[in-house]
Structure formats: C-alpha cells, structure tokens
C-alpha cells in the first residue's frame, strides 16, 4: 500500500500557529459569523448572503469609483480607465448574482419576508453612495439614514463633491470650453442635460482620432450606465418575479417606484448624441 499523497512533502506550509494564514488575512470569522437568519424559512440564507455579497461588490466599487475620481482631475487619466472598466466588470457580477436569487419563488419568499419587517434595499447606503457618485443626487433619500449621523455624513459628504460625469466635463472643458452653470451646478442635485454639452461630446464622436483620450473617457461611461441600467432591470425583474405588484416593505409602491428608477439617465447627453451622429 501507498502512502497518501502529503503536500506537505514538498514544503506545504501545515502548521500555522503563531502564523498568519488564509483564514486570518481575510478575516473570515466575522464575514461567516454574520448570517443569522430570523426564521426556519430553507431560503433566508439564501437572501441574506446575496444580499452581503452584493454589499461587498459595492464597497469595491466605491473603492474604484473613488479612485476614478480622482485620478480623473490629474494630469494623466489614463490609469482611471481601467477602473471605470473594473466597475462595468462588478456590475456584470452582480448582474449574473440574480440568477441565482431567481431560484427562489413566490413561495419560498413569502416564508420569511414578514421577518424582514420593514427594511429594504432602499435602505442601502452603499447603493446610495452609488448612485450619488454616478450623479443621481437626491436629498430626500437621506432621510433612512438620519438615525446614524456616520453615514448620514458620508453621504452628505458625497452630495457637496463633483460627481464622476462633473469630473468628465471638467475635462471635456479643457478642450471645449463649457457655460458656467454646468461647472458651477449646485451639487447636491442632479446633472441638468445641457446643449452646449451634448455639441462638445459630439465634436469628440466626430473626430475620436483627434480626442482619443475624451472618446474612451465617454465610452466607459456609457458602458457603466449600461451595465448599471441591467442592473435597474434585472432588479425590477426580479421583483415582479417573486412578489408581483405588492408595496415594498420599505414603503414605496414596489414595481411602480422601480420602474420610474429605470427612466433615469445618469450620462444623459452621451445617449442623446447618437441620434445625430
Ligand atoms: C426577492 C428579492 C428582492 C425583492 C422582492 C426586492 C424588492 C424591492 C422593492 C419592492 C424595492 C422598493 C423599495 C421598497 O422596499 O419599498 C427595492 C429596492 C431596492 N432593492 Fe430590492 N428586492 C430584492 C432583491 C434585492 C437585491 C438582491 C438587492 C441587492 C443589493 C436589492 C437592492 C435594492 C436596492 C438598492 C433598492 C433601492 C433602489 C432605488 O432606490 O433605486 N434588492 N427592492
Ligand atoms: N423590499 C423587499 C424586501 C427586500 O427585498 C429586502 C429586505 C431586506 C434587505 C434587503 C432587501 N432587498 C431589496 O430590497 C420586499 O418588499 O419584499
């Protein structure tokens, strides 16, 4: 008889105390200690841990729209590139995360969704972060969060910085020149959509030889919408799917308020000026 393969034969580090292993460096005692379902309901373990994969997907998407951020107002934006590209790719994760929440039916769900009381995905302050890093700026949606003065400042905090699309056009503004009231806009709102900048987007589609830099930069904005637009779907889906038109638990109308979230248009005049082209 054989011995059993030991990969410790060829210098397997076996022995780890005292030393820092897998389990230590991710921290993994707190992330799997934190499923505790509230009811016997088969499912709820399902929801909950799409719903904590989701929320770590967005933390690394803040991380990267931060930096995009930023590097966007520097001298080289190239390097920003690559992780507007990285947040599309997060998107596209949590796009394909729904098939496997679709697995559970009406049934299922109704099992434990009075345990879930009144909370919501609309409580999220990731997801908002989100949406007020994109543009999507709405005071109102700050008020769930008065109750935690850190992430009512956090995102108070986000409100009064220029969003990604007003980095964009401060860079679209150095080659053309943009009116006042679209640089100086009130921040804590949205992005109102502007003629003088769907012709300066239109100059760098017309000629993405001459503007290479503005014609990638704007593509990967389109291809972040895009991909955030199936989220938005792929949710108001979801959701018909598995509770049909029942008010949210967090109190808006459910697929009425979802379905109006789909009309929004982040990057308005990067979609617009296609028509003409
Ligand atoms: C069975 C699954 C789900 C159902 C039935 C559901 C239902 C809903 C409903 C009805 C709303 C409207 C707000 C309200 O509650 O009144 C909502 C909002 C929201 N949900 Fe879900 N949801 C589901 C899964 C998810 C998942 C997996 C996520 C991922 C994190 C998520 C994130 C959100 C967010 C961020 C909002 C706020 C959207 C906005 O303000 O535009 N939901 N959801
Ligand atoms: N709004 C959902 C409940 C829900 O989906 C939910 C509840 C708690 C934590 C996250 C949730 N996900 C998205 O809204 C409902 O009305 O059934």
Known sequence: MTDPYDPAREGAQMSFDG?????????????????????????????????QTSELWMRLAIHELTAARATLQEADRRPAFKMLARVSR?????????????????????????????????QSHQYRQVEFMLGNRNIALLK?????PGITALLTGELAQ???YDVALRALNQSFPLPDEVLDRALEQPHAESEAVAAAWSKVYRDPQTHWELYELAEKLVDLEDYFRRWRF????TVERVIGFKRGTGGTGGISYLKRMLDVELFPELWHL???L
């Open 19 to 51: 030393r820092m292993s897998y389990g230590d460096y991710l921290n993994l005692q707190k992330v799997l200690d934190a499923q505790h379902p509230l009811s016997d309901a088969h499912d709820e373990m399902l929801f909950i841990i799409q719903h």
């Open 90 to 122: 997060i998107f596209e994760q949590l796009n394909n995360a729904w098939d496997v929440l679709r697995t559970m039916t009406p049934s299922d769900y109704t099992t434990f969704r009075e345990a879930l009381g009144q909370s919501s995905g609309f």
């Open 144 to 148: 769930p969060h008065a109750h935690r």
């Open 162 to 164: 220029p969003s990604l």
């Open 234 to 237: 792929n949710h108001v889906t």
């Open 274 to 276: 296609r028509t003409d």
